[in-house]
C-alpha cells in the first residue's frame, strides 16, 4: 500500500467516523427526529422519496451552473479590466466592495420585482455570489506578474494581447482556479437563498416547504443533497486545476501528463 | 528592390544610435540620474561589450535599446527607425533565465517563434515540427539535447540559463542584447557558452550589445569594449579589442590580453576614485 493510498483510506475513514458518531449519539440520547435526525434516516428519506426530490435537485443544479457561467464570464472580463487599468482599478475596487457587502438576500426581492419570481432571480443570485472572488483573484493575479516576464515579451515586441495571452493569464490561472472553488460553493448559496425566497421550484423552496410542516429529515434530505453537489463541482474544478495549474505546485502529474 | 530615404540610407550603417540621451529617475528633489548625456553607435556586426560597476547605466542603455525603457531626454534609433517601430528582430537574455513556468522547455525556447514576424504566420500551420526541430537542434547545441519535455523548475539554474540564451537566439535575430546572461554560471558553464556565443557571432554575425561586469569576459567575446562609470552613469573609454577568431580560453593568458584586461580595470578603478557628487 502507497503512502497515498494509506492518507486517502485513513480520510475515508475519518470522514464515514463522523456520520457513525453522529448516528450513535443520536441513538444514545434518544434525540427525537424533528430536532436532528440521524444519518440513515435522512439517507432512507432520500432514497424513498427520491421521485419527489430529483426535479428539485436538477432545477437547483441547472440554475446554480447557469449563475456560475455567468459569473465566471462576468467576473474574467471585468478582472481584465481591472487588472490591466489602473483607472478601472480605482474606480471598479471601492464599487464591488461595497456592492459585496450587501447581503445578497435583501437582493433577491429586487430582482423579483424586476424579473418576477423562479429562475431568473435564482440564476441572478448565483452569479452576483460568484463574481467577487473571481473578479479579485484575476485582477490580483494579472497584477501579480512578474515584470521580468513582460520584459521578455516586451523585447519581442509583442502587442499588448499577446502579452495578456501567453504570460498574463497563464500566470492568473493558478489565482483563478483558487477563486473557482470559493465560488463553485458561493453559488449554490446563491441559488438556495433564493430559492427559499422567491421560488416554487428548487432545493431551497423543498426545504422551506419541509421545514414548515416540521418534515425535518426532508429537510437535512435538501441539505445532503446541496453539500453532495457542492462537494462534486468543487472536486470537478479541483481535478481540472490541478491538469491546468500543476506547474504552480510543482506536481510530477503535471510534468509527465503536459 | 527596396528603395531607401536618404535619411534611412544615411543611418542604415547604424544598428543601434543613441543621440545625447539621458536618463534620469525620481522628481524634482531627489532626481538620480541613471545615465548622463550619452551618445553611442553601434554598426552592423559588432560585439559591444559595456563593462563597469554596478549602477554605472550599462543596464540602462540594453533597457533602451530593448525598449523596456524610455528615455527622459534625447533620441535611439534601432536600425535606424525610433526604437519599438524598428524591423530588426531583437533577441534578449537576461541575468536570470525568466522563463515560463507553466511551458516545459520546448515552448519556452519556441516563444519567439509565436510572436516574432516571420515566424508567427507559420506557427499554427504545418510549420509546426520544422519549428520543433529548430529547437530540439538549438538545445542541442547548449548541452540540454533530450531536456524539451522538463520543465523549468526541474532544471539546474545553469540548465536554465542555457534554455533561456536558447529562447533569445531561436529567431534568428539580427541584434542580440545580453545583459549578463553567464553572471550566475560556474566558471567551467562560463567558459562554454562563452565559446558556444562566439562560435554563432562569426557564423551569422548578429550585432551584440553583452552587458558584464567580467573583464575577461569582454576581452574574450567582444570587437569593442566600452567603459562605464557610475554616479552619474556614463562611457569613459571607448576600444577596440582585435585578437584573432575564433578566440580560445588559452588566449586569456597571453600578455596582450591580460595587459589589456589590466588597462581596463585601472581605467574603472581610476573612475571610481574620483567619484562626484551625485547630481
Given at each position: 500500500?502507497?503512502?497515498?493510498?494509506?492518507?486517502?483510506?485513513?480520510?475515508?475513514?475519518?470522514?464515514?467516523?463522523?456520520?457513525?458518531?453522529?448516528?450513535?449519539?443520536?441513538?444514545?440520547?434518544?434525540?427525537?427526529?424533528?430536532?436532528?435526525?440521524?444519518?440513515?434516516?435522512?439517507?432512507?428519506?432520500?432514497?424513498?422519496?427520491?421521485?419527489?426530490?430529483?426535479?428539485?435537485?436538477?432545477?437547483?443544479?441547472?440554475?446554480?451552473?447557469?449563475?456560475?457561467?455567468?459569473?465566471?464570464?462576468?467576473?474574467?472580463?471585468?478582472?481584465?479590466?481591472?487588472?490591466?487599468?489602473?483607472?478601472?482599478?480605482?474606480?471598479?475596487?471601492?464599487?464591488?466592495?461595497?456592492?459585496?457587502?450587501?447581503?445578497?438576500?435583501?437582493?433577491v426581492p429586487i430582482f423579483v420585482l424586476w424579473f418576477g419570481a423562479g429562475t431568473v432571480p435564482a440564476v441572478l443570485t448565483a452569479m452576483i455570489m460568484c463574481i467577487f472572488p473571481i473578479v479579485v483573484n484575476v485582477a490580483t493575479g494579472l497584477a501579480a506578474t512578474e515584470p521580468e516576464l513582460r520584459d521578455v515579451m516586451r523585447t519581442l515586441r509583442a502587442s499588448k494581447w499577446e502579452i495578456l495571452w501567453n504570460i498574463g493569464l497563464p500566470r492568473t490561472m493558478p489565482y483563478f482556479f483558487a477563486s473557482l472553488k470559493v465560488a463553485a460553493t458561493l453559488a449554490f448559496v446563491g441559488t438556495v437563498i433564493s430559492e427559499t425566497v422567491a421560488s416554487n421550484r428548487g432545493i431551497g423552496n423543498l426545504m422551506m416547504i419541509a421545514s414548515s410542516s416540521f418534515d425535518v429529515p426532508l429537510v437535512f434530505a435538501g441539505l445532503f443533497i446541496l453539500a453532495a453537489?457542492?462537494?462534486?463541482?468543487?472536486?470537478?474544478?479541483?481535478?481540472?486545476?490541478?491538469?491546468?495549474?500543476?506547474?504552480?505546485?510543482?506536481?510530477?502529474?503535471?510534468?509527465?501528463?503536459? | 528592390?527596396?528603395?531607401?530615404?536618404?535619411?534611412?540610407?544615411?543611418?542604415?550603417?547604424?544598428?543601434?544610435?543613441?543621440?545625447?540621451?539621458?536618463?534620469?529617475?525620481?522628481?524634482?528633489?531627489?532626481?538620480?540620474?541613471?545615465?548622463?548625456?550619452?551618445?553611442?553607435?553601434?554598426?552592423?556586426?559588432?560585439?559591444?561589450?559595456?563593462?563597469?560597476?554596478?549602477?554605472?547605466?550599462?543596464?540602462?542603455?540594453?533597457?533602451?535599446?530593448?525598449?523596456?525603457?524610455?528615455?527622459?531626454?534625447?533620441?535611439?534609433?534601432?536600425?535606424?527607425?525610433?526604437?519599438?517601430?524598428?524591423?530588426?528582430?531583437?533577441?534578449?537574455?537576461?541575468?536570470?533565465?525568466?522563463?515560463?513556468?507553466?511551458?516545459?522547455?520546448?515552448?519556452?525556447?519556441?516563444?519567439?517563434?509565436?510572436?516574432?514576424?516571420?515566424?508567427?504566420?507559420?506557427?499554427?500551420?504545418?510549420?509546426?515540427?520544422?519549428?520543433?526541430?529548430?529547437?530540439?537542434?538549438?538545445?542541442?547545441?547548449?548541452?540540454?539535447?533530450?531536456?524539451?519535455?522538463?520543465?523549468?523548475?526541474?532544471?539546474?539554474?545553469?540548465?536554465?540559463?542555457?534554455?533561456?540564451?536558447?529562447?533569445?537566439?531561436?529567431?534568428?535575430?539580427?541584434?542580440?542584447?545580453?545583459?549578463?546572461?553567464?553572471?550566475?554560471?560556474?566558471?567551467?558553464?562560463?567558459?562554454?557558452?562563452?565559446?558556444?556565443?562566439?562560435?554563432?557571432?562569426?557564423?551569422?554575425?548578429?550585432?551584440?550589445?553583452?552587458?558584464?561586469?567580467?573583464?575577461?569576459?569582454?576581452?574574450?567575446?567582444?570587437?569593442?569594449?566600452?567603459?562605464?562609470?557610475?554616479?552619474?552613469?556614463?562611457?569613459?573609454?571607448?576600444?577596440?579589442?582585435?585578437?584573432?577568431?575564433?578566440?580560445?580560453?588559452?588566449?586569456?593568458?597571453?600578455?596582450?590580453?591580460?595587459?589589456?584586461?589590466?588597462?581596463?580595470?585601472?581605467?574603472?578603478?581610476?573612475?571610481?576614485?574620483?567619484?562626484?557628487?551625485?547630481?
Amino acid at each position: 500500500m502507497t503512502e497515498n493510498t494509506r492518507r486517502r483510506l485513513l480520510s475515508i475513514v475519518c470522514i464515514l467516523g463522523f456520520f457513525v458518531a453522529w448516528e450513535i449519539l443520536c441513538f444514545i440520547f434518544n434525540v427525537s427526529d424533528i430536532v436532528l435526525p440521524r444519518p440513515s434516516q435522512i439517507l432512507m428519506t432520500l432514497w424513498t422519496r427520491f421521485p419527489a426530490i430529483w426535479p428539485h435537485a436538477l432545477q437547483t443544479l441547472y440554475t446554480t451552473l447557469l449563475g456560475f457561467a455567468l459569473g465566471i464570464v462576468i467576473g474574467i472580463l471585468l478582472g481584465m479590466l481591472i487588472g490591466s487599468s489602473r483607472l478601472a482599478y480605482d474606480v471598479a475596487y471601492p464599487l464591488l466592495v461595497g456592492f459585496s457587502s450587501i447581503p445578497k438576500v435583501a437582493v433577491v426581492p429586487i430582482f423579483v420585482l424586476w424579473f418576477g419570481a423562479g429562475t431568473v432571480p435564482a440564476v441572478l443570485t448565483a452569479m452576483i455570489m460568484c463574481i467577487f472572488p473571481i473578479v479579485v483573484n484575476v485582477a490580483t493575479g494579472l497584477a501579480a506578474t512578474e515584470p521580468e516576464l513582460r520584459d521578455v515579451m516586451r523585447t519581442l515586441r509583442a502587442s499588448k494581447w499577446e502579452i495578456l495571452w501567453n504570460i498574463g493569464l497563464p500566470r492568473t490561472m493558478p489565482y483563478f482556479f483558487a477563486s473557482l472553488k470559493v465560488a463553485a460553493t458561493l453559488a449554490f448559496v446563491g441559488t438556495v437563498i433564493s430559492e427559499t425566497v422567491a421560488s416554487n421550484r428548487g432545493i431551497g423552496n423543498l426545504m422551506m416547504i419541509a421545514s414548515s410542516s416540521f418534515d425535518v429529515p426532508l429537510v437535512f434530505a435538501g441539505l445532503f443533497i446541496l453539500a453532495a453537489l457542492g462537494v462534486a463541482l468543487y472536486a470537478i474544478f479541483s481535478l481540472i486545476e490541478g491538469r491546468v495549474t500543476g506547474w504552480a505546485v510543482r506536481s510530477d502529474n503535471f510534468s509527465a501528463g503536459g | 528592390m527596396i528603395a531607401f530615404s536618404p535619411s534611412e540610407l544615411a543611418l542604415s550603417g547604424n544598428v543601434i544610435d543613441l543621440e545625447k540621451v539621458r536618463v534620469t529617475f525620481g522628481g524634482a528633489n531627489n532626481q538620480v540620474t541613471a545615465l548622463a548625456e550619452t551618445s553611442l553607435r553601434i554598426d552592423h556586426g559588432e560585439f559591444v561589450a559595456l563593462v563597469g560597476p554596478s549602477g554605472c547605466g550599462k543596464s540602462t542603455i540594453l533597457k533602451l535599446v530593448a525598449g523596456t525603457l524610455a528615455a527622459t531626454e534625447g533620441n535611439v534609433f534601432v536600425a535606424g527607425r525610433e526604437v519599438g517601430a524598428e524591423n530588426a528582430r531583437i533577441g534578449m537574455a537576461f541575468q536570470n533565465p525568466t522563463l515560463l513556468p507553466w511551458l516545459n522547455i520546448r515552448d519556452n525556447v519556441m516563444m519567439p517563434l509565436k510572436i516574432v514576424p516571420p515566424f508567427k504566420h507559420g506557427f499554427s500551420r504545418k510549420r509546426k515540427t520544422e519549428y520543433r526541430d529548430r529547437v530540439e537542434q538549438s538545445l542541442a547545441r547548449v548541452g540540454l539535447a533530450g531536456f524539451g519535455d522538463k520543465f523549468p523548475w526541474q532544471l539546474s539554474g545553469g540548465m536554465q540559463q542555457r534554455a533561456s540564451l536558447c529562447r533569445a537566439l531561436i529567431h534568428d535575430p539580427t541584434l542580440l542584447l545580453l545583459d549578463e546572461p553567464f553572471g550566475a554560471l560556474d566558471q567551467f558553464t562560463r567558459e562554454e557558452l562563452w565559446e558556444i556565443m562566439q562560435q554563432l557571432w562569426i557564423e551569422k554575425r548578429p550585432t551584440v550589445v553583452l552587458v558584464t561586469h567580467d573583464l575577461k569576459e569582454a576581452a574574450y567575446l567582444a570587437t569593442r569594449i566600452c567603459v562605464m562609470q557610475a554616479r552619474p552613469g556614463r562611457i569613459v573609454d571607448d576600444s577596440a579589442v582585435s585578437f584573432a577568431r575564433p578566440r580560445t580560453i588559452e588566449i586569456s593568458f597571453e600578455p596582450e590580453f591580460v595587459s589589456l584586461t589590466q588597462r581596463l580595470r585601472e581605467r574603472i578603478v581610476a573612475a571610481r576614485a574620483v567619484q562626484e557628487p551625485v547630481s
